[in-house]
């Protein structure tokens, strides 16, 4: 379908596969052809179920910090834009949609598995929001996302921290719902799929409507609350910091402004 991101069919489950070698960074040509992938399987009535996947070795290891590390607020502001959006039009899906994390799910990687129904992890899985070693926070829903699923306490260590979660832990805490063996794991996605597929395509949409209903608020305000600080931050001298030293591979000196 594009360059990064294409879309493979099984009868009625198709697979959003991102392919951006090595490392599935997101950029915004990976943002804008996830959200038209998610869109055309969306409004494509012979699919009843999908699956997100990185491959065998990568889910997607978050965005493309070198050029990343160049903007200020104008010039990140289109790009986390995209990738919110793209997890908006994932999460928007009407249909069960998994994805399987194989390797490392960080940053928008990880903001992306969010925005799917069930996350199945290898036990190689390593998942995490690490932005606030950069200076800045997550940006494309990380913030809303995380306590509606794991609670506010687990959310904020994980945020705070930047620290990884393996797959066990993200089991423990209810970041992801099943682990298996790596090779193992998008065969099982791809079989719950085909169950789902076999299942009431609209009753599926409606339980997923109310479901996000029942959240208790309109997810939102708190997305644009979260687009918003996230931009600001790139106009501080500590993001800039914690980008040049992850580039220089050294511990980032933040000085606080």
């Not at 009407?94 to 940053?107: D, E, Q, W």
């Not at 099943?178 to 996605?189: D, H, K, V």
């Amino acid at each position: 379908m594009g360059e990064f991101v294409r879309i493979e069919r099984e009868g009625a489950v198709a697979t959003i596969r991102i392919d951006r070698p090595p490392a599935n960074a997101i950029s915004r040509p990976v943002s804008l052809e996830l959200s038209a992938a998610a869109r055309s399987v969306g409004s494509d009535h012979g699919v009843r179920a999908i699956v997100v996947w990185g491959g065998e070795r990568i889910f997607a290891a978050g965005a493309d910090i070198k050029a990343m590390a160049t903007f200020g607020p104008e010039g990140v502001g289109p790009d986390v834009a995209a990738l919110e959006a793209a997890c908006r039009d994932l999460e928007a899906v009407p249909k069960p949609a998994i994805a399987v994390i194989n390797g490392f799910a960080l940053g928008g990687g990880c903001e992306i598995a969010l925005a799917c129904d069930f996350r199945y992890a290898a036990q190689d899985a390593q998942l995490g929001l690490p932005e606030i070693r950069l200076g800045i926070i997550p940006g494309a829903g990380g913030t809303q996302r995380l306590p509606r699923l794991i609670g506010l306490a687990k959310a904020r260590d994980m945020i705070f921290t930047g620290r990884h979660v393996g797959a066990d832990e993200a089991l423990e805490i209810g970041l992801v719902d099943r682990t298996m063996a790596p090779a193992e794991a998008y065969p099982a996605a791809l079989e719950e799929a085909r169950k789902f597929a076999e299942g009431p395509t609209a009753g599926y949409a409606a339980a997923k409507r109310a479901l996000q209903a029942s959240l208790g608020g309109d997810l939102a305000p708190g997305l644009e609350v979260e687009r918003e600080v996230f931009v600001r931050l790139f106009s501080t001298h500590d993001r800039e910091e914690g980008m040049r030293a992850f580039l220089e591979k050294r511990e980032p000196r933040f000085e606080g402004r």
